[in-house]
């Protein structure tokens, strides 16, 4: 149980696009999706925490023009970069929780973004 | 605010050889702590988490960790590990009840050598 998958796991887009990762729970209802961003070699950065039905929460220095997340039901959410540029390249890691587990967070395995 | 401390960046290891990475954290309040692996180019997986009752917690993959509140730890064990276990291992911290906002450490390279 508990499992939580991510669409795109690789894509490679030109500067000044926009591009959509999903995040799904798909065998849970995540009342509460968060977004993460690591660099190379480092630990996790929290984006946002997003509820079902509600705005996301961005984290201080987060542009929230520039991610956008939806969370649009209770298996779903979405991150849109939008305008995308090379510093942009990154892994977006999603995590949910809800369920029986409302204390656990359970992670996708994550999307590489690299923006040329 | 918390905080996560994972004082080792790279811990290498012989096969079959026991291991313990160390988590340390701050927190003015009751908190619930986790361990996740990380495999290259993949998301996080739960190994253990502790949320109350016995301070030793039992994970997957033969892992365990002790909570040891005196001493604000939540070190990671495992007495004989294997190639497999080569990946990146990260130590949590949340607070318990409510918002759920994660501390993660900034992890720990566990190296199997064979």
């Known amino acids: 149980g508990a499992v939580v998958s991510q669409h795109p796991s690789r894509v490679i887009c030109k500067s000044g696009t926009s591009v959509k990762i999903e995040c799904r729970s798909l065998?849970?209802?995540?009342?509460?999706m968060f977004w993460y961003r690591q660099f190379p070699k480092q630990s996790l950065m929290l984006m946002a925490t997003?509820?079902?039905?509600?705005?996301?929460?961005?984290e201080q220095g987060v542009e929230k023009d520039k991610f956008l997340i939806n969370h649009a039901s209770l298996t779903l959410s979405t991150l849109t970069v939008t305008s995308a540029h090379p510093e942009d390249s990154s892994f977006y890691i999603c995590?949910?929780?809800?369920?029986?587990?409302?204390?656990?967070?359970?992670f996708g395995p994550g999307t590489r973004l690299t923006v040329l | 605010a918390q905080s996560v401390t994972q004082l080792d960046s790279q811990v290498p290891v012989f096969e079959e050889a026991p291991v313990e990475l160390r988590c340390n954290y701050s927190?003015?309040?009751?908190?619930?702590l986790f361990w996740y692996v990380q495999y290259p180019n993949q998301g996080l997986q739960l190994l253990l988490k502790?949320?109350?009752?016995?301070?030793l917690v039992k994970g997957i993959n033969g892992f365990e960790a002790e909570f040891n509140k005196s001493q604000t730890s939540f070190h990671l064990r495992k007495p004989s590990v294997h190639i497999s276990d080569t990946a990146e291992y990260f130590c949590?911290?949340?607070?318990?009840?409510?918002?759920?906002?994660?501390?993660f450490g900034t992890g720990t390279k566990l190296q199997v050598i064979p």
């Open positions: 995590s949910a929780s809800g369920g029986d587990s409302t204390d656990t967070q359970y």
């Open positions: 065998d849970f209802q995540a009342t509460t």
């Open positions: 997003s509820n079902e039905g509600s705005k996301a929460t961005y």
């Open positions: 927190s003015s309040v009751s908190v619930y």
């Open positions: 502790y949320l109350s009752g016995s301070t």
């Open positions: 949590a911290v949340t607070y318990s009840g409510g918002y759920q906002k994660v501390t």
